[in-house]
C-alpha cells in the first residue's frame, strides 16, 4: 500500500511506462549539459547541484549515489562516492542500491553504520503530461533505473526484489521505500515534511516550477537527521 496516496488508474498506467526504459537507461552515464533530458539548449541542473556540493557537504564527507554519477560527484562536485563507475567493488554498489530500496529508518542505519555518512543523492526526470496537467516519471533518471536497482540490491539482501519493493505493480517503488518516497516528492504528490529520517538539503530549482516546465531533472539530495 502507498502510505495515504491514491493514485488513479490512468496515472499508475502512465507511470508505469517508465519501467520499460529501465533496460535501456540504466547502464549509460547522463549528459551533463542537458542533465539528460531530451533538450538542444543547455540544462543546468546537474551542474548547479555540483556546484552547491562542493560547496557545502563537509570535505571528504561520501554520498551514496548510483555508480553512472560517480565521475561527476568526484571530479566536479569534488565530493567521493561510496561507488564509483569503476565497478571494482560491486558490494559496494549493491549496498548503495539496498540503501535506496530501504525504508527510511534502515537507510538510515545503513548508511551511518556501515558507511559513516549521511548523504544521499537521488537524480529523477519528470515531464508534464498534457492529458492530466502534472508531472509524471520520464524514465531518464532513476526511476528508469530502479529496476537494475532491485536486481543489485538482491545480492546482499535477498528480500528486495522487483516484486517486493512495488507490491502493486504500479512500475516505481513503493512509498515507504526512500527511492519510491522520493519519486512521488519530485512529481509534486508528497513534500519534505513527508520524509521522516531524511530532510531534503538540496533540490534543483526546476522542482519548483512543476507547473511551469514540460520537463525537469531534479538532483535531490537527502541528509539524515540528526
Known amino acids: 500500500v502507498k502510505s495515504a496516496i491514491v493514485l488513479p ?19 549509460v552515464a547522463p549528459t551533463l549539459a542537458v542533465s539528460n533530458l531530451p533538450s538542444d539548449k543547455p540544462v543546468e541542473d546537474w551542474m548547479d547541484a555540483l556546484t552547491w556540493m562542493k560547496n557545502n557537504l563537509p ?18 562536485g569534488g ?5 564509483d563507475s569503476s565497478l571494482l567493488e560491486p558490494e559496494r554498489a549493491a549496498m548503495v542500491a539496498a540503501i535506496m530500496l530501504s525504508n527510511e529508518d534502515e537507510a538510515a542505519h545503513m548508511l551511518e553504520e556501515e558507511f559513516q555518512t549521511e548523504y544521499v543523492l537521488i537524480f529523477v526526470t519528470t515531464r508534464r503530461s498534457p492529458q ?22 538482491s545480492k546482499v539482501k ?51 516550477k512543476l507547473s511551469e516546465e514540460e520537463f ?11
Open 158 to 208: 535477498p528480500e528486495i526484489t522487483v516484486e517486493n519493493v512495488d507490491k502493486n505493480g504500479d512500475g516505481v517503488p513503493d512509498v515507504n521505500t526512500l527511492l519510491g518516497k522520493t519519486f512521488f516528492y519530485a512529481i509534486g504528490f508528497l513534500s519534505e515534511k513527508d520524509f521522516q529520517s531524511f530532510e531534503v538539503v538540496y533540490v534543483s530549482p526546476s522542482h519548483y
Open 9 to 27: 488508474t490512468v496515472v499508475i498506467l502512465l507511470i508505469s511506462a517508465t519501467f520499460s526504459t529501465a533496460l535501456s537507461t540504466a547502464d
Open 79 to 83: 565530493k567521493p562516492t561510496l561507488a
Open 132 to 153: 492530466l496537467g502534472f508531472h509524471l516519471p520520464l524514465g531518464l533518471g532513476d526511476e528508469g533505473k530502479w529496476g537494475w536497482f532491485a536486481h543489485a540490491a
Open 216 to 226: 525537469t531533472a531534479q538532483v535531490i539530495i537527502l541528509k539524515v537527521k540528526s
Open 59 to 76: 570535505e571528504g564527507e561520501p554520498v551514496a549515489a548510483w555508480w553512472s554519477y560517480s565521475y561527476w560527484i568526484i571530479e566536479v
